[in-house]
């Protein structure tokens, strides 16, 4: 009965990531078809699944915090972590071929309507979707199976860890998504608000796009 109960609470934080993934795996299967098209449709699934399933986010379903730190904190660690990630981009620290990355142009000019969804996905959508998982589910599962009445304040630091380096594997700049996951997964302790990773990670993907969009350093998406 307890384990069915734990599936129940871990499959609506789950659901999400795995359509993400499960588009992640069509592209990489897709043949003489332009995937870039594939992203809008992906994101606009998981925003769907993420409204569909909101009532059982009780975590989202809060207020943020009023501290003002918070949000000052929240704020300071994704921009750290775009600094991070953008200064990182080393033999060392980069696994596997990224490829060319996410390239909105077509003849050279740039496919607003590409771009925006690109933009909007990393930003809004993605931060809430992968927080949901990793933060709220993975990192507080590894504590107790029971993930839901582990109090984000009292993640060990074996679950941080843990849960940051499986979060690196996720990623092409496993060192910067280490860094990354590390840094969420404090502001989640400091917190105790889900909010607040979400806007670390949806500040750090919002200042990639706009570098990644005026350098033209498409490889980074």
Excluded at 1 to 30: N, Q, T
Excluded at 40 to 68: F, G, H, I, K, M
Excluded at 85 to 109: E, H, K, M, S, T
Aim: with cysteine; hydrophobic share 55%.
């Amino acid at each position: 009965m307890l384990r069915s109960i734990h599936v129940h609470a871990a499959f609506p934080r789950a659901v999400p990531f795995a359509l993400f993934i499960g588009f992640l795996v069509l592209r990489g299967e897709v043949s003489g078809f332009d995937t870039r098209w594939l992203y809008p449709v992906q994101v606009s699934v998981v925003a769907l699944a993420l409204v569909v399933l909101w009532p059982r986010y009780d975590e989202l379903r809060c207020a943020p915090p009023a501290r003002l730190g918070s949000w000052l904190l929240a704020v300071g660690v994704g921009t750290a972590v775009f600094v991070a990630w953008i200064n990182l981009y080393r033999g060392w620290a980069v696994v596997g071929d990224p490829g060319p990355g996410f390239d909105p142009r077509d003849d050279g000019q740039i496919n607003v309507f590409l771009l925006a969804s690109r933009l909007s996905g990393a930003a809004l959508v993605v931060p809430v979707m992968e927080e949901l998982f990793w933060r709220s589910l993975v990192m507080r599962w590894i504590d107790r199976q029971a993930f839901l009445a582990v109090d984000p304040r009292a993640v060990s630091a074996r679950a941080v860890l843990v849960n940051s380096a499986v979060f690196a594997v996720e990623h092409h700049q496993w060192f910067a998504g280490f860094l990354a996951g590390v840094g969420y997964a404090w502001v989640y302790r400091a917190t105790g608000n889900l909010w607040m990773p979400v806007l670390a990670h949806a500040v750090t993907n919002g200042l990639l796009g706009a570098w990644v969009t005026l350098t033209r350093s498409w490889h980074f998406w």
